[in-house]
């Protein structure tokens, strides 16, 4: 597989994704809105209980979701689902099938333009909301911890997008995905870490969740971050990142087999 048609793709991406800026800046800072909220529940809840949870302050909660939020413009697809579904839909897959490119391969190009297009459109405002809490800020004193952070923010960026992929998928079969897309969702949502941390859970609780895919598309490089997870603890989490890593490749790869089997190519 030459490296160099992606290359053209991922190109191809920045351009078109430049083309909307201003969409990608406004929703983005529009999208920070929620956080204001979430300061005064979390103080709310610490006044009341007038002391910590699970080891986390205010101030160590905060931050909790200032990465949340920076992790999740990171790695989240944006559209793709629906770009795909619709290509599907419509017929446009019917060009790469009688060429010499790999439509995952081809996606993924896309994914990566759109991420580093809206990464550096809102890293401005996110930039901003640090500095404004910057006395909640503890960075990392270990490299080790940076390099083990930075790895499971990668793996959870491609995760995330073979999972979308994946649902994106289900458009070879029923006409509209959108239900079964925000049910999912709603289980990252939920899963994830993005409403609270998942180590505030009992401790049954987070064992079961380390077993799932959500644990590691958002809170996993946000705690090796925040070094709550150490040692064989933090080896333990990438090793089985990696594994549902494999499993979302493997499984983008056989919904589209088995899709293309069902496909009747119209449109185009």
């Known amino acids: 597989m030459k490296i160099e048609k992606y290359i053209a793709v991922f190109n191809l991406g920045l351009q078109n994704t430049f083309v909307y800026r201003w969409n990608y800046f406004l929703r983005a800072l529009f999208g920070l809105i929620p956080l204001a909220g979430t300061v005064f529940l979390w103080r709310a809840i610490f006044r009341e209980r007038g002391g910590g949870m699970q080891g986390y302050d205010y101030g160590s909660m905060i931050y909790y979701y200032l990465l949340t939020i920076l992790v999740s413009n990171l790695v989240t697809p944006a559209e793709d689902e629906w770009q795909i579904a619709a290509d599907i839909r419509e017929g446009q897959i019917n060009s790469f099938l009688t060429k010499p490119v790999n439509y995952l391969a081809y996606r993924t190009s896309i994914f990566l333009s759109g991420r580093l297009v809206y990464t550096a459109i809102t890293i401005i405002p996110i930039?901003?909301?640090?500095?404004?809490?910057?006395?909640?800020?503890?960075?990392?004193?270990?490299?080790?911890?940076?390099?083990?952070?930075?790895?499971?923010?990668?793996?959870?960026?491609?995760?995330?997008?073979?999972?979308?992929?994946?649902?994106?998928?289900?458009a070879f079969w029923i006409l509209e995905i959108s239900t079964i897309v925000f049910i999912v969702y709603s289980f990252e949502y939920f899963l994830g870490g993005q409403m609270f941390p998942l180590d505030i859970m009992p401790g049954a609780v987070q064992a079961t969740m380390k077993w799932l895919p959500f644990y590691y598309e958002l809170f996993c490089p946000i705690a090796i971050f925040l070094e709550r997870l150490r040692g064989a603890e933090m080896l333990q989490a990438l090793g089985i990142q990696t594994l549902w890593l494999c499993v979302t490749w493997a499984t983008a790869n056989l919904m589209w087999r088995r899709g293309l089997g069902h496909y009747q190519a119209v449109g185009g």
């Open 127 to 170: 930039a901003v909301i640090f500095w404004y809490f910057r006395s909640y800020v503890v960075l990392p004193g270990s490299v080790l911890t940076y390099a083990a952070a930075l790895l499971s923010l990668a793996m959870a960026a491609f995760m995330q997008f073979f999972i979308t992929y994946t649902l994106a998928m289900m």
